[in-house]
């Protein structure tokens, strides 16, 4: 399509016929469009693996108990 002001592309936007003859959606593609990899990448599992060492565990529970006996 040509180039369109911004005021046109918002009224183009709202026009169900207009819509539907290909204006690219300016947020992008749609949940339906995109890959298991995309939405991956997205959410931001694709290359994280949670980890935790017994050091956190140990000491968030040491922590609680000082908290508790402190202010129980």
Do not use: H, W
């Not at 592309?9 to 593609?29: D, F, H, S, T, Y």
């Amino acid at each position: 399509m040509s180039y369109m002001s911004r005021e046109e592309k918002i009224n183009a936007l709202k026009n169900p016929e207009v819509r539907n003859q290909g204006i690219e959606n300016p947020a992008g593609k749609t949940m339906n469009e995109l890959s298991s990899e995309e939405l991956a990448g997205i959410q931001g599992a694709s290359d994280v693996n949670p980890e935790t060492t017994p050091l956190c565990i140990a000491a968030s529970i040491g922590a609680t108990i000082i908290f508790s006996v402190r202010n129980c």
